[in-house]
């Protein structure tokens, strides 16, 4: 039987086309919704979502679900847990769509300075007003904070750094491979900025983030941008900025943004003249959606023909491994099935293991994370097994 990829979002039809020519069966359905995937995937083994969102009916209604594709970086539109909870695999294609929002983002800070959105709608609407636009500081010397230093922030910096402006930091980790000054703290960063531009992903860290008090330490008349997610700004806190401190605002992303590709909007936003929104088209450019196929293509031929997971985001990070057991042994049949019979006797868990061979097939090197340590007595067993040449155990 075919595996069956169920394609839930717009995707290039090139790509569409490679995953046939891999004798999978493609069901491409673009306009779904949330509301529709739980019935559309029941007996999908692999979705492919970009911004639809993936809740948990869905992953506890599908029969064969395996893996879950994010064509884009960011997974919080999927219900990790629930996938977590069945075993499904969720990957994602992180660092293909930098350039593209990144150069929005640049845009959207033009924009702003220039007030090119108002200077088209007067213009369209017959009022020329040349006096008024003439007021533009320029971007040139000003100094730009980019909260979060990723894969597209550092794209950004290295575009506002040709545009001559100051560039700085602020990150989980320190920043590394950008001539960017590197600042911890949000409130020594903030009140230096004339712009505001961020980059980070939807975290319970991240959520709510930009609220009174972050806009408190905002400078009067600056630009914020945010091309990464609504949830980052409290919006009532945003609306009071721009209110009572006239800063001004440029957003791929907003509070209550519908989840079709047409429909009609309602938002206080719209009543803001100093509050630009774009479409969440950050990542809508040819190149960038070319770049994400490939790599969900890639992601997908990697899984069906040997089964490993390229970006998988919800492997668990073993925090309860306390030790490393490394048994090197003549690649036989039942050679591991008695080592682990070892450990299964004195009821130790094995949290992660990874077999590997050497070339020309004679020789492996088996090593496993362990939450309690092996005896002494346990390694002495195992190289009673005249198909082990070494045990090694240690601490980690």
Not at 50 to 76: D, F, H, Q
Not at 111 to 124: E, H, Q
């Amino acid at each position: 039987m075919k595996v069956k990829v169920l394609i839930a979002d717009k995707f290039p039809e090139l790509y569409i086309n490679q995953l046939k020519e891999m004798e999978l069966e493609v069901d491409y359905q673009p306009k779904l919704g949330e509301k529709d995937l739980p019935e559309a995937a029941k007996e999908a083994d692999i979705l492919v979502v970009r911004s639809t969102i993936v809740n948990s009916e869905t992953i506890k209604s599908s029969k064969k679900l395996n893996l879950i594709i994010r064509a884009g970086a960011g997974v919080n539109n999927i219900e990790i847990p629930s996938a977590n909870q069945k075993g499904i695999y969720v990957a994602n294609c992180p660092g293909m769509n930098s350039i593209a929002v990144a150069e929005l983002a640049i845009g959207l800070m033009i924009s702003l300075d220039r007030r090119i959105p108002d200077n088209v709608i007067d213009f369209r609407n017959g009022k020329w007003n040349k006096g008024e636009y003439s007021k533009a500081e320029g971007l040139f010397g000003k100094t730009l904070g980019i909260i979060g230093v990723g894969n597209i922030g550092k794209e950004v910096a290295k575009r506002a750094l040709a545009l001559g402006m100051n560039v700085y930091g602020k990150d989980i980790s320190r920043i590394e491979g950008v001539m960017i000054k590197d600042f911890s703290e949000m409130s020594q960063l903030l009140p230096l900025c004339d712009v505001v531009t961020i980059h980070l992903p939807a975290t319970k860290e991240t959520k709510g983030l930009f609220n009174k008090e972050m806009f408190g330490y905002m400078k009067p008349n600056s630009l914020l941008i945010n091309t990464a997610r609504a949830d980052i700004i409290d919006q009532d806190a945003l609306i009071e900025a721009v209110k009572t401190k006239n800063i001004r605002v440029a957003m791929d992303v907003f509070k209550g943004e519908p989840e079709e590709k047409t429909a009609e909007i309602k938002s206080p936003l719209q009543e803001l003249k100093n509050v630009y929104i774009t479409h969440h088209i950050g990542a809508s450019t040819e190149q960038a959606q070319n770049a994400v196929a490939a790599e969900t293509i890639r992601i997908i031929k990697d899984f069906t023909t040997s089964g490993v997971i390229a970006h998988w985001v919800n492997r668990a990070k073993i925090a309860d491994a306390h030790y490393q057991l490394v048994v090197k042994h003549f690649d036989k049949p039942g050679v591991l099935a008695s080592i682990m019979s070892i450990i299964r006797d004195k009821n130790i868990n094995i949290e992660e293991i990874e077999n590997v061979i050497f070339d020309g097939g004679v020789v492996a090197c088996c090593t496993m994370k362990l939450k309690t340590p092996v005896t002494t007595d346990m390694i002495k067993q195992m190289h009673d097994n005249p198909n082990v040449l070494s045990v090694s155990h240690v601490a980690v």
